[in-house]
């Protein structure tokens, strides 16, 4: 057999473990792992020079075509996700119209006209006939994860429909039966956080202490809280995106111990930013916010002992900030070409978390919880060739040229991607994506 | 390159799923895994014919060399082993002598002498001094795990000695300092169990449900919430063996949530009989007892949702049994040709039990647990060739002709072990064990 | 000294104990407890024939003035409450203009030209305003309990204006520093409700059951767990107004256990009744609904515990109900004559309960809870003259003849009340609340 | 009706409140309790000049008669607890013979003839045949409580023969049938505790500290954890002497939480005592040992928020300790007479304790817990007349003339009981308990 690639002499780390050799790729595809003198002849071989071989990252959160055309975004952001490991993203989308049907195939159609990697979605609920439609929506479109918001006051300018507490319900009630089926919930309590934001607005505070401190982490423990209460109750199974607090991770356990599927994602910046960083201003204004060090060591803790599910970017390509007003400036920042470096160099360097760990918080666990495995997520036998080769000694200092917001300009980071394979195909190399990959990525959110 | 061995088309199962293909073998170790074009020659090549193929299992728990003769445990137990995919067996073995070294010493050559596949042990702690020496045990042998033992009144007739919360509490403070060291735990409360069975004994019951209804369910219960207080107290990691009941995975999973690093064993034998099947009687006394209905099903809940960690067969070839008195007879049954077929059978035949969870239950945890990962446990590149080939349709009626006592003679099986592959050599075939096998086994608790 | 009224040969309960003797009352307190050979002579002296001699019901939880006019209220209700023993009223009362305070004056004022009995106040919050009013109201009226209501849609046909987190939290946050401050809560998910009502009455059920499963109580445990929670966070003292569910008590005792101050009124009717009841319509449609078999058991246990903490009537005097549609039915029953009666029917005679721990629910505890303490609730020296006498063997037949809804029409009970004597006065005997006695009652609630 | 006698002019303290007058006592009951006008004349009429009049302390836990004479002891330690303001004591009395009948009649006529004040009995359970015995001791002597010790090594030189578990188990069994039975333990785990002593013993200390660190806080509370599992597991109710550990109180409060009948004991030492106090030394030796600050402060969270049930002294008078080993003298300190003074001093006057709250815990507590309710524990109408007259404003040194190790002597303490009256006769006034009061105190402890 001669394998269109082949990869050896690497450090091949899953989320299981390691070892010494290398992957065969045909047709986009893993045909074989092996020592080094197992490998077959390819039409391409590289030698990783011991560098680390990972699977691709899973990126299962991100916003794109949200203030720039969707298929604009689809271009310029995933050639970013793809220069920094990802080889799949998940999109949070949300459409107000009834139905979700026609929006997804528009949707999947822009996407794979314009996307370097592949792609996915969740669907946020926007209005009451969105929950009926769940099981057609499953079956026409596989889509089985959505999403419920409650950061939002319901004149918010983004225009997130907030959900009520009846929308989740009656969404688990639905979720519950659908197997793979997963709520995601946007946690914190709006009603106590537009309390306290006008209290703390009226003091003419500006700096981003404040826009954390109008919506504490008790808003956001309490809703965790209830969103668990509500899992438990209808026997769905919950994701807590984006989850800032320590407590999350802590509660989750505590729930899965009894029996409740309920896993917890955070995000790069909350395990490496806090709103009182000197240098941040409300350009870092994020939602949920940048919280202190203490919570920020919570979810470190969560991360190294497991109770932390998956990581997500959360990346959002907005107009830049306006830098007017704290209070009305729009949430969100971007951090796909980053995200890796920042978990090898806080996580796997600074604080001694294995490398296969971070395999499953990156790769594996998103594959398993949204519908992926066993296509993607891992190295192995008949699993999609997305990988990445990661050279974890490379110092390099963040430099965004892209859209949106960037709040790790000039760091130093070590350990970078230095090559990305998408399902067989070189996408980066060299620092460069091409633009001849533009269009090739596929969606993976397809019906049965 | 050409391999030793090679097995295709084969169904490849491991704890995290699975894929068709094969493996390649050489110098006893994987050297590959692939789809059926990518693998090479070899010596030998066998062809699956879609059967499963899965690591070799790693029981954790047996005791050999009790009443019959260490060496010829060895021989006849082993070999009964491998015929039931069994490719490596953890000792629990017991010493009264100042120092476990040269015990060691002596376990370990007459085991290499006469055992068909490799063996590791754990140390019961029987007097102060094993405590001390725990270190240098750990230094010069490689085992860091350790038992102790609360099920038997100070004049038990195994001559078994019983641990103090003293005792452990010491061994606990040692062992949290020994990466990889655990504590394993044989609990009940005996003190109250001794009372109760002066209870009952006076009655003049003699039914295998009057052994169990004198060493309740509590008294289990109790001893696990007392070991887990300590574990806790002190950071030791606990291992609770041969857990018989239903709350034992409850408590388990609440205290992990905690932080505690605790893990539950249970048995093929509480998962499939109960002290008041009508077939049995004291042949069937063991320790803990068989227990309930509804203790049994606690634990397939464990089986089935993560909480129970790994499974042991508690085997231990005694004397026949004598017949003639409940309260004096010796405890104990074997399992090892049976362990793998009872699961296959009454878990993913009966209860849709996935493979790969057989797998992390038989394979990869216990090799986690104890030390052998990533050497053991595992169907992967630089992995000791451990395989086991399985036949899931196969239908055969359990028939014991070895030594101990078989509590499911007579019983029609679906799903057996057709072939076991120990470090690459074939080691049960055709329905046998060579006795050219015979001495091929290796130590795998070692020095580091 | 010669006294103003002796009642002696009682058998006098109090929460805590219970001795044979009587009081003498001067100037409308109590002078002296004592054995009847110590009874002083008296202006007028009763002999109570060995009967049950209680401190008069405080009943903290009553609606007057809703639906007719506040001052009939106060006259016909209150002489009700009268001839039912209870002798202190506390109104949950609402206003919409921006200060309670004219309010207060007002209803202060008309309550002491028409009421029987005495009489205070709960405020509802309905503003923001009110919120900030607090210190305010505390200092200027003595009302420290302010309520918050979570049970009804934002267009209820009551006008009640629904709390939001906000509200609680914000509100919870001043009255953690009011020393014997106290938020009361109604708690149900109505969000949840919301949903579900519209599913099940499109169905066009009916039956009573139909408005309970449309309000389940897992809606109102939710908000009971939201409302401890930040009842722990802020610090604030929380009362669960009329629990119709036995998850109540528990979770109220679990936190009681961790230091939240929370406590747990429910209602006679919760504990009599279901919505399963063969002779139940729309006619008995409540707030919270009445629950199951199982709830109401849960709840009786809590009596008998200690877990719940007060009862209250609930008693509200709607116009007729219309009886043409389950979903717009206005809700709410009454019970002031009864509340006793029932409860010494059903807890004492047939579930064994001790008078004492009734005369803890009755007047002890909410005389602690709200203020009262220590001039009422009790059956000591310096306290007010505020008693009943109970005949416990007396059976007699519910006949209501006055305004709002009974649901117990026809029901023989055994133990009621035979007189009340309320700070000294004798206001019932004989059957009858003589008119003479409108006004004498006076506000309790008053600035410090 | 004329009074024995009168005292008027009283601030009159009662678990639940207080009022300003006085009571009349005849015949050694309280006859009568009202306002100073109320109260008729009297053989003997005290003006308490606006003084504290409480009941009389309940000491529920002493031990007289262990290393002097049991005639002596009742007569030199009764009347320093009558000093103290001490009404009633109860013995924890220990015996080896097989039946406890003999040995209560002789305690019972040797305490008539001796002591000052009333008393009563638990029994230290010290063989199998006293478990046996349980039901005919409730009968024949009204003694319902029992002991059982964890604390002790099997060769104890004090000779107290330790429990088993079983031991437990089996007196939990069958008391959880006794109404009003309750099981006392002495929680420590003895085990771990002996061997930790081993290794700080070898080091040589002989500081009190080593004392405590070789009997840490977790072994107590280890025990205390397993105590509560046989209490919810059988049904018995559970007294937890002696507690000397923060956690104790906060266990018992989620135990009660879940319907458990568990209460707690506390001893002024541990209130008021470290081990690291600098003025003490191996003399200070108690069993538990004194605990640290932050032991002590939780033992203060549980007085002041009420999850301490009750005080008692653990008097124990022993012959003067010997200083020459920490490790082999005997524990045990003498607090009668100062207990009083020690909560007045500590708990109302430095910390705010109500004294409506310290009546509970003396008095109205452990009259509840132990059979002595409604006759002694309250001032109310058919109680004994058992009062203490206290002046809070008092300041007096400690100075210890009697038997036993007083680790208080010199300190200065505000707040002193003045008088005491014991069923209606002064037994201490004006400094001084008459020897003519030697006798007149009677069993309490009696067959119904
Ligand atoms: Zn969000
Ligand atoms: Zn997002
Ligand atoms: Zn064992
Ligand atoms: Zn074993
Ligand atoms: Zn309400
Ligand atoms: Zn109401
Ligand atoms: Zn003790
Ligand atoms: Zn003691």
Chains 1, 2, 3, 4 share one sequence.
């Not at 002849?41 to 691709?56: K, N, Y």
């Amino acid at each position: 057999m001669k394998a269109d690639l082949v990869i050896k002499n690497a450090r091949v780390v899953r989320h299981d473990g390691e070892f010494h050799g290398g992957v065969a790729v045909k047709d986009g595809k893993i045909v074989l792992t092996g020592s080094d003198e197992s490998l077959p002849d390819a039409t391409r071989t590289i030698d990783a020079e011991g560098r680390v071989l990972m699977p691709g990252l899973i990126d299962p959160h991100c916003h794109l075509g949200v203030k720039f055309p969707f298929a604009e975004d689809m271009r310029t952001e995933t050639a970013a996700a793809a220069s920094g490991g990802v080889t799949t993203a998940l999109l949070y989308i949300r459409n107000l119209k009834e139905s979700y049907l026609p929006f997804y195939e528009e949707r999947k159609a822009l996407g794979e006209e314009n996307s370097v990697i592949d792609f996915g979605f969740h669907f946020g609920i926007q209005r009451e006939e969105h929950i009926a439609e769940i099981p057609e929506i499953v079956a026409k479109t596989g889509v089985k994860s959505f999403k419920c918001y409650f950061g939002y006051e319901p004149d918010n300018p983004i225009g997130i429909v907030p959900a009520t507490d009846g929308w989740v319900y009656a969404a688990m009630r639905i979720l519950a039966k659908v197997p793979g089926g997963v709520i995601n919930v946007h946690c914190e309590n709006t009603q106590i956080a537009s309390w306290i934001k006008k209290e703390i607005a009226a003091t003419g505070r500006q700096d981003l202490g404040a826009y954390t401190e109008s919506r504490p982490a008790f808003c956001e423990v309490e809703t965790i809280r209830r969103m668990i209460f509500l899992a438990e109750k209808t026997g769905c199974s919950l994701h807590l995106v984006h989850t800032s607090v320590g407590m999350g991770p802590v509660l989750a356990a505590e729930a899965q111990a009894r029996g409740v599927h309920v896993t917890v994602e955070t995000c790069p910046h909350y395990l490496t930013r806090t709103c009182y960083d000197e240098d941040l201003d409300m350009r870092a204004k994020i939602s949920p916010p940048l919280r202190d060090r203490n919570e920020l060591e919570g979810l470190w803790a969560g991360m190294l002992n497991g109770s932390v599910y998956s990581l997500g970017t959360d990346h959002v390509p907005f107009l830049p900030k306006k830098l007017e007003d704290l209070w009305t400036e729009f949430p969100g920042v971007v951090s796909f070409p980053w995200e890796l470096s920042l978990m090898l160099h806080f996580g796997v360097h600074q604080r001694g978390m294995p490398l296969s760990r971070l395999v499953e918080l990156n790769s594996f666990n998103p594959a398993r919880r949204f519908g992926l495995w066993p296509r993607k997520g891992h190295i192995d036998v008949g699993f999609d060739a997305d990988l990445v080769l990661v050279d974890l000694d490379e110092e390099r200092t963040v430099t965004h040229t892209g859209k949106g917001t960037c709040i790790y300009e000039g760091w130093k980071l070590k350990g970078w991607p230095v090559m990305t394979v998408a399902r067989g195909d070189v996408v980066y190399e060299n620092g460069v994506v091409a633009e001849t990959n533009y269009g090739r990525g596929r969606c993976v959110t397809l019906p049965a």
